[in-house]
C-alpha cells in the first residue's frame, strides 16, 4: 500500500531549498491540505510553484521566513509561461519575512485565483508597488503588520483598489500618523481593522471610524493618543463609548452591560475633568444617560487600627466556651481590663507577646478570645472567638472600634 502523508504537512526548518520530484511529491502529498515551509531555504519561486502545483488539494501554504527577495515576473520561467496551471483551491498564503517584491506577490496571486487570506507581514515595503489595472477580488483579508516604512495614505488606497472586496485590514505597528477624513470612503467595505501602535496622536482620527458603516471589529492597542488616560480600563472605556458600533475591541467582546458602563464612566471622566475639551459624543451621551455625577470615593481596604478593651475573667474555660453565658454576666465578672489602641496588622503571635507585656503574663500561658460586642449586645449572649493560629492577622477578624480580647490564664 502506498504511503500517504497526513492532510497538515509542516516541514518547518527542514532546510528545503528544492522541490525535487514532482511525481514522488504528488504520490506522498495527494492528500495534504496544509503545507508549512517556513525556515527553509527556498529562494526560488519557481521551486515554490513546482512544490505547491504537485499538491492537487492543496488549500492553505506557509512560506514565511524563506528569503524571496529576488522573486519576481523576471526571474520565474515556469509561472510566467502561458501554459501555467492555476492552483485554484489554495485559500491562505502566508509570506510573513520574505521581504517579496510586489511583483512576486502578484506572480503568486495570478495563479493562486482563489486566495482569501494574504499574509505580507514584516517584509519592510516602503510603499505599496501593485500594477493600478489589476484587481483581486477574491482577497477578504489582508494582514501587513509591522512594516514601519509604511507611512502614506495614498499606498493604502492603492491596496483597497487593488483588493476592493477586503473585509479585514491588519496593519498594527506601522507608521500612519492619522486618519483624514478623505480616505474613509476607501475602506468602507472593512468589517474589521488592526491600527495598533500607529502613532496616532488625536481623538478625532478614532472618532472618523464611526464613519465606517460596516466596522464592528477594531484593534487599536498602544496608541499615543491612548497615553494621556491613565488606566487600561479608562482606555478601553473611552474606545467604546466613542465608537457605538463596535462590538469587538482588542479582541474582546463587548457587553450591553459593559457598554453602558463605559459610557456613563465615559461622560464621569469629562465632568471631573473639566478643563477638557468635551467631543460631540459626550453631548450624545448625556442626552441618552443624563449627566452622571462623580463616583463616592469609597476606602474598602481594611482598617489599620482599633480601639479596643482587653480584660481578665475568673470564670472557667467550660464557661467562657458555652454559648448561654451573657455579656452582662461576663462584664460583671471580669476583674481587670485595659484600653488601647492596637495595630490590626500584628499576627495573633505578636499580639500575645503585646499583651503579656502588658499584663505581665508569659504569652505562652494565655489564651486569648475576641468578643464581637455589636453582635454579643444584639444576640444577648456572648460572641466569641479565640484566637487560635499564631500567622493570623488580627484584621481577618473583622476587629472594630470598641470591641473587646478575653485573656485567660492556662492551667
Known amino acids: 500500500k502506498a504511503l500517504l502523508l497526513p492532510p497538515a504537512l509542516s516541514l518547518n526548518q527542514c532546510r528545503v531549498q528544492n522541490a525535487g520530484s514532482e511525481l514522488k511529491i504528488r504520490e506522498l502529498c495527494h492528500n495534504v491540505e496544509e503545507l508549512d515551509l517556513a525556515s527553509n531555504n527556498i529562494i526560488d519561486i519557481d521551486e515554490v510553484y513546482k512544490i505547491v502545483r504537485a499538491m492537487p488539494n492543496l488549500r492553505f501554504v506557509n512560506l514565511s521566513q524563506n528569503d524571496l527577495s529576488k ?30 517584491p510586489w511583483s512576486g506577490v502578484e506572480l503568486l496571486l495570478n495563479i493562486m485565483p482563489a486566495v482569501v487570506d494574504l499574509h505580507l507581514s514584516l517584509n519592510n515595503y516602503e510603499s505599496i508597488q501593485l500594477n493600478a489595472k489589476k484587481t483581486y477580488p477574491n482577497i477578504k483579508f489582508l494582514y501587513l503588520s509591522g512594516n514601519p516604512r509604511l507611512c502614506n495614505w495614498n499606498d493604502i488606497k492603492v491596496l483597497m483598489k487593488t483588493f476592493p472586496k477586503l473585509e479585514a485590514l491588519t496593519m498594527a505597528d506601522c507608521n500612519i500618523e492619522s486618519i483624514p477624513e478623505h480616505v474613509i470612503i476607501h475602506l468602507r467595505n472593512l468589517t474589521s481593522i488592526n491600527i495598533s501602535n500607529w502613532p496616532i496622536n488625536e481623538w478625532t482620527s478614532i472618532d472618523r471610524l464611526n464613519n465606517l458603516p460596516k466596522l464592528i471589529k477594531l484593534r487599536c492597542q498602544g496608541l499615543l493618543v491612548l497615553n494621556k488616560l491613565e488606566t487600561a480600563d479608562e482606555r478601553r472605556q473611552h474606545l467604546i463609548a466613542r465608537l457605538p458600533r463596535i462590538t469587538r475591541l482588542n479582541g474582546s467582546d463587548i457587553s450591553e452591560d459593559e457598554r453602558v458602563f463605559a459610557e456613563r464612566a465615559f461622560i464621569r471622566w469629562f465632568i471631573t475633568n473639566e478643563s477638557e475639551e468635551k467631543p460631540s459624543r459626550f453631548h450624545e451621551l448625556v442626552e441618552v444617560h443624563g449627566r452622571v455625577e462623580p463616583l463616592a470615593e469609597v476606602d474598602l481596604s481594611p482598617p489599620k487600627y482599633a480601639n479596643v478593651r482587653v480584660i481578665f475573667h475568673d470564670i472557667n474555660s467550660d464557661q467562657t466556651e458555652n454559648d448561654q453565658l451573657s455579656y452582662e454576666s461576663l462584664v460583671r465578672q471580669c476583674k481587670d481590663s485595659r484600653s488601647f489602641k492596637i495595630d490590626l496588622n500584628k499576627s495573633v503571635r505578636n499580639f500575645k507577646v503585646q499583651l503579656g507585656s502588658l499584663f505581665e503574663i508569659s504569652p505562652s500561658n494565655i489564651r486569648v478570645f475576641y468578643i464581637d460586642t455589636e453582635m454579643s449586645g444584639l444576640l ?11 500567622q493570623k492577622k488580627l484584621y481577618t477578624y473583622n476587629v472594630q472600634d470598641g470591641d473587646e480580647f478575653l485573656i485567660e490564664v492556662k492551667c
Not at 81 to 87: T, Y
Not at 380 to 390: D, K, S, T, Y
Open 71 to 100: 522573486c519576481n515576473r523576471y526571474s520565474s520561467k515556469c509561472i510566467g509561461s502561458i501554459n501555467r496551471q492555476k492552483l485554484e483551491k489554495i485559500k491562505s498564503l502566508v509570506l510573513n519575512n520574505t521581504h517579496i
Open 380 to 390: 444577648g449572649i456572648l460572641h466569641i472567638e479565640e484566637l487560635r493560629f499564631a
